[in-house]
């Protein structure tokens, strides 16, 4: 009687580890997580050169007492929209102007950072908060001339 419950539970165990060794190899041919998006998120830098591919416009300077913020992007020649990304230590955001209203087209916070409140638009503003334990920034996006102009605001400091 004790060989058989040996065996028993040698059986269980050697099932359960084939089980295991099944799922992680088949995990490993997919090359994605089972429960997640299949895609990852573009970093900062990559939405920037993707921009900077599509649009060539010099970048606006930041308000004097905006945080550490790189703008930039605008209209392509020749076209009725313009785009541009707004990077600040907070968080990210891709803004398009397109007949006289902004929208955001994607917006992302810093680590550390999350969204406290989001407007996308399409209206005449479109505005992003991102908030931390120990501060904020709000990033404010008007259309002047069909180009995404931002205004930047910290808060909480």
Request: charged share 20%; proline share 9%; glycine share 12%.
């Given at each position: ?10 059986g269980w165990l050697l099932a359960a580890a084939l089980a295991i060794g ?57 076209a009725a929209t313009g785009r541009r990304l ?72």
């Amino acid at each position: 009687m004790h060989s058989r419950l040996v065996l028993a539970v040698a059986g269980w165990l050697l099932a359960a580890a084939l089980a295991i060794g099944t799922g992680v190899a088949v995990l490993g041919l997919l090359g994605r997580p089972l429960t997640g998006p299949a895609e990852r998120p573009m970093t900062a830098e990559e939405i920037r050169l993707a921009l900077a591919r599509d649009t060539q416009v010099p970048p606006s300077p930041a308000p004097a007492d905006a945080a550490p913020v790189d703008v930039s992007g605008g209209q392509t020649p020749g076209a009725a929209t313009g785009r541009r990304l707004v990077s600040t230590g907070a968080g990210s955001l891709i803004a398009r102007c397109e007949g006289g209203l902004v929208r955001l087209q994607s917006w992302t916070p810093a680590q550390g950072f999350e969204v406290d409140d989001v407007d996308p638009g399409p209206d005449d503003r479109a505005r992003v908060k991102f908030e931390s334990d120990e501060s904020g920034l709000e990033i404010e996006v008007r259309c002047a001339g069909g180009v995404p102009v931002p205004r930047i605001s910290r808060h909480g400091d």
